[in-house]
């Protein structure tokens, strides 16, 4: 199906893929996974590994949806510091969700590495402060991460900003070198050819629900998706529409972007942007809470690009896409389980390294291991307000009062 959202660099630069045959039932599953994106992959592929049969179901292409489109940047933890979840749950919970979320790096990069997965994997994050108060509060975060929890990252002062990034006016910001960046696709299909090698069932152009297919469990995996599966558990998240291009390669790339680092700013509807392998700029700016898109995306992004770098203003873009992504109230993600399904969404934005682990923790929890499972399935979690027909505009409310904080 032509989707005019999916007109994005990563499908014109995607490895190899057969596509998959559509489902037409017949066979018995221990395990059928719905959605074909990193949570999906990563759990079908851990369940295999596990010694179960495997179904994995993708309604469109295997990293159709956010998987496949996301801006391909790496930033280790969750959207709470360890200080904020220190402060709410106390030290023996946040040090259990330090281990797992932080530890999602290693996860990522051992995929990669033992499945041979070529995804243009680049190392280096920078997160930079969009105000003064915003490197205040980042450096106390990162001093807190480093002394409480032993995560390293350098702070990274005004003057020092240029090793980074050219451009954007920031005021300082902090670089985490276990951060970094990769091609999403590229890293949605190798994993979708590690979980074939390991025996799991790849049916694509498939939708169903968790009736539909007869299996022992059942792991939905859909994200901002979740609500055409399971009415009442997609009540837990909303889509928030993204736009991101890819330039024409850039000669001069070093002017910009020096040390190759992902960079992300502190704004509440962030800028964040990279090179690609040739050396694209791949950015994204600027949210809609509507779903409609904009009617040039490339116009829509192009203002930000100005804005952190002016020079760039008129660079010709090759490519322009958007998607959805799945946001809870709280902003962490929305991990459980009803009987015999299981389900994983609402990773926020922040999810290119923790839908692997979350994958491979449904699998722990459908083989009968909970441990791990349940440091995130106990986090709090309530539904947007306002029901069926009221939460989006009631939740879009609210996004604009932060949105407009930033210009303040």
């Not at 489109?69 to 969700?97: H, K, T, V, Y």
């Not at 001093?143 to 006016?169: C, M």
């Not at 962490?332 to 923790?354: K, M, Q, T």
Request: glycine share 12%; aromatic share 12%; hydrophobic share 40%.
């Amino acid at each position: 199906m032509n989707d005019p959202l999916n007109n994005s660099y990563y499908q014109a630069s995607a490895n190899a893929w057969v596509p998959q045959p559509v489902f037409t039932g017949g066979e018995k599953y221990d395990v059928a996974v719905i959605g074909g994106g990193f949570t999906g992959l990563s759990a079908a592929l851990a369940c295999a590994e596990k010694g179960l049969k495997v179904a994995l179901l993708e309604a469109r292409s295997i990293g159709y949806g956010a998987s496949g489109r996301n801006g391909g940047q790496l930033i280790p933890g969750l959207r709470w510091s360890m200080r904020e979840l220190d402060e709410e749950f106390g030290r023996e919970r946040s040090q259990a969700i330090f281990d797992l979320a932080y530890g999602a790096v290693d996860r990522v990069k051992q995929r990669i590495d033992r499945h041979g997965i070529q995804c243009d994997l680049k190392s280096g994050h920078l997160e930079a402060a969009y105000k003064p108060a915003h490197f205040d509060a980042m450096r106390r975060d990162t001093e807190y991460l480093e002394k409480h929890f032993g995560w390293k990252s350098e702070t990274v002062q005004p003057k020092d900003l240029e090793k980074h990034i050219r451009g954007g006016g920031y005021y300082g910001g902090i670089y985490d070198s276990q951060g970094g960046h990769f091609h999403p696709l590229n890293y949605a299909l190798g994993l979708a050819s590690a979980a074939q090698q390991a025996g799991v069932s790849i049916f694509e152009n498939s939708f169903v629900r968790p009736g539909d297919v007869d299996a022992g469990a059942v792991i939905v995996a859909t994200d901002s998706w979740l609500h055409e599966i399971d009415e009442r558990l997609g009540r837990y998240t909303i889509p928030i529409m993204n736009y991101n291009i890819a330039t024409q390669p850039l000669a001069n790339w070093e002017a910009f972007l020096p040390s190759d680092a992902a960079v992300a700013d502190s704004r509440f509807v962030l800028n964040y942007y990279r090179l690609s392998a040739d050396k694209r700029l791949i950015f994204g700016g600027g949210e809609k809470y509507v779903q409609t898109p904009p009617a040039d995306i490339s116009a829509f992004v192009r203002k930000h690009i100005a804005d952190v770098f002016p020079s760039l203003a008129d660079t010709a873009i090759d490519y322009a896409w958007g998607g959805a992504v799945g946001v809870t109230m709280n902003r962490l993600p929305h991990i459980g389980r009803e009987g015999n399904i299981f389900f994983a969404h609402g990773f926020s934005g922040h999810g290119a390294l923790v839908t692997t682990l979350a994958g491979e923790l449904l699998a722990e929890a459908v083989a009968g291991t909970m441990g791990r499972f349940d440091v995130f399935a106990r986090l709090p979690h309530r539904p947007f307000p306002g029901g069926k027909f009221f939460a989006r505009p009631l939740a879009t409310l609210g996004l604009l009062y932060y949105a407009l904080r930033d210009r303040l």
